[in-house]
């Protein structure tokens, strides 16, 4: 397994229904910029280094 980013889709999802009417109508044309929290979701792709915290991981 893959060490992965987990995103919020639904919210995601929710957001872009709410800005698509707007940019189809041409009344949003600028660039939309948001922060959504993700989680790093370690698997069996890295390798633990020493007896640390979970940021020293090997790839």
Same mark, same amino acid.
């Given at each position: ?8 889709? %639904?919210?995601? $999802? ?8 707007? !940019? ?5 044309? +600028?660039?939309? @910029?948001? %922060?959504?929290? $993700? ?8 390798? !633990? ?5 979970? +940021?020293?991981? @090997?790839?």
């Amino acid at each position: 397994m893959l060490t992965t980013v987990a995103l919020p889709k %639904e919210e995601m $999802g929710r957001f872009a229904v709410l800005l698509l009417p707007d !940019r189809i109508e041409g009344k949003h044309q +600028s660039e939309v @910029v948001m %922060e959504l929290k $993700g989680k790093l979701l370690i698997r069996e792709s890295v390798k !633990r280094y020493g007896d640390n915290d979970w +940021s020293d991981y @090997v790839i």
